[in-house]
């Protein structure tokens, strides 16, 4: 079956620029996260959704990122007046739950590039 | 949170198995211990968890310490397809997210 998709795979912006991100979860999955990995680092939470609202936004850096998932299914993360310290690789991931014992099925990622 | 420590490196011989090493000396007894791997180029893989007793599935095996303070996760025969990040990590049962450490860049030598 279909994994979780990203688009686009790569995007390259200028620094000040607004970029949105997306994200296709497995369908019937209800819990959505994001995450961000810099080069040699573990991807690093930003937020994550149970249906359509934000459960969690603890990892959100400032309030230049938004992330939302109006239906419950796909995710817009967006970032506004990007900035070169922006640049990573935004994964997205999903699973049928929140609980440990589920677990996460993650997309490719979008390798984002702010020059 | 509970933290865990992994070697930054290892190397390994196609065909062998591998032991990846995790400490957790701070574990609490809700903790659950998994394990995702993260292949080059793609976003990481679920490959085991476990509570308190060794676990097996297709992909690997999860030995755990009887005080649970280390665990090793076990490739029985290392491919090279298996080089990758392991990471390993302490989910609690109340935890809703993963917190991802730096992990375990395993080579794999042909």
């Known amino acids: 079956g279909a994994g979780v998709s990203q688009t686009p795979s790569n995007k390259v912006t200028e620094k000040g620029k607004y970029v949105e991100l997306r994200c296709d979860p497995i369908s019937g999955h209800t819990a959505l996260y994001w995450y961000r990995q810099s080069l040699g680092q573990g991807p690093e939470f930003l937020i994550y959704f149970q249906g359509t609202g934000a459960a969690d936004d603890s990892g959100l850096p400032n309030d230049r990122f938004f992330a939302v998932r109006p239906e419950g299914s796909v995710s817009t993360l967006k970032i506004q007046r990007t900035e070169r310290g922006d640049s990573a690789v935004y994964l997205c991931a999903s699973s049928l739950g929140t609980s440990p014992l589920v677990e996460q099925f993650f997309g490719p990622g979008t390798r984002l590039t702010v020059l | 949170d509970a933290k865990t420590t992994q070697p930054n490196s290892m190397e390994s011989n196609e065909e062998e198995p591998v032991h990846l090493p995790c400490n957790h000396s701070?574990?609490?007894?809700?903790?659950?211990i998994h394990w995702y791997r993260q292949l080059p180029s793609q976003g990481p893989e679920y490959v085991i968890h476990?509570?308190?007793s060794n676990v097996n599935n297709r992909m690997a095996s999860l030995a755990i310490a009887e005080d649970r303070k280390s665990s090793t996760l076990i490739l029985h025969r290392a491919t090279l397809r298996d080089a990758a990040v392991y990471y390993c990590i302490l989910r609690d049962v109340e935890d809703d997210k993963i917190i991802f450490g730096k992990g375990t860049r395993l080579h794999i030598l042909p």
């Open positions: 476990g509570l308190t």
């Open positions: 701070t574990i609490s007894g809700t903790d659950y």
